[in-house]
């Protein structure tokens, strides 16, 4: 999903960053399209967020106020208007939010085309192939070294989602240690013939993501679960008891896929994105935590600039990545 009013809870930096990139995501689908020939399916028709107790009225409302008093597009909506826009949804369903600029892209075309964008540029991609070791020289790492090469270059981005904290980064004065952490979400995929919901569909407890080739999915969980990624009998219980209360009618599709994928989770939820502390050229572009595939085209552009252009997008100071040391002191004082 691209969802900053679905996923976000205030108006601060995370959520103008989230915002930010949502608004890339038109330019950066044209321009896949234009230079690979692959449709990444964005679709802009909007996302439901709907309540079906009397908590989830009251989160609605909160949102709703949060929403309009800072002048986000939202649309309040009856039970009556919810089924007559998505008529597979429960009738228990009590109101709901339209939020008409959040939308959804499909992430498995979003991958095809940025791997055959590497590939029509010869740009070489190095698959499962752990850096065991990064080659620091008065603050300039000079080569990353797998099990079977040696990469040299200019600069380095460290971009390793949920596995970044196991990289050894020696040689930094102060030393860096990434604190990021799996946060596993399950999920699971429904085939149907034809399409069931025009909008991405959020209660407060998961979401329902339709596709355009009549796969639906639905998400997810939030687990700590180091680095498992099995998926559990409970968690595909809890999946269809959420999917169920949104659409009591997909109780006829069979599960056609379940998967897992594992966040990367930063302190407070947020990216770590820039220049890290004591090194010349080596920068982060991680933490993105459930919002990856939105954060793409924002994180992507800050950096580009900052490296190419030397312009330094404000952003790449609001998540700068932290020493352990700076972190303790920025704690200590509140
Ligand atoms: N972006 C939704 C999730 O992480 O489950």
New binding site residues.
Partial sequence: ?LAPQA?TDRTDDFFGFCHESNRLYPRFAAELLEETGIDIELDRTGTLYLAFSDDDVKEINRRCVWQKGVGLKVEYLAAEEIRRAEPFVSPDVREGLFFPDDGQVENRKLLAALQKFAELNEIRVVENAEVKNLVVENGRVVTAETANERFSADVFILAAGAWTSLLRLGGFDPPFRPEIKPIR?QMLGFRAARRFFRHVIYSPRGYLVPRLDGRILA??TVEDAGFDKTVTPEAVDFLLAQTLEIAPSLANLEIHEKWSGL?PFAAGGLPVIGLVPGAENLFAATGHY??GILLAPLTAEALADKIAKNVESRYLQVFAPQSRESKVRSQEVG
Wanted: hydrophobic share 25%; net charge positive.
């Fill in positions: 999903m996923e979400g998400g997810a966040r459930r919002n």
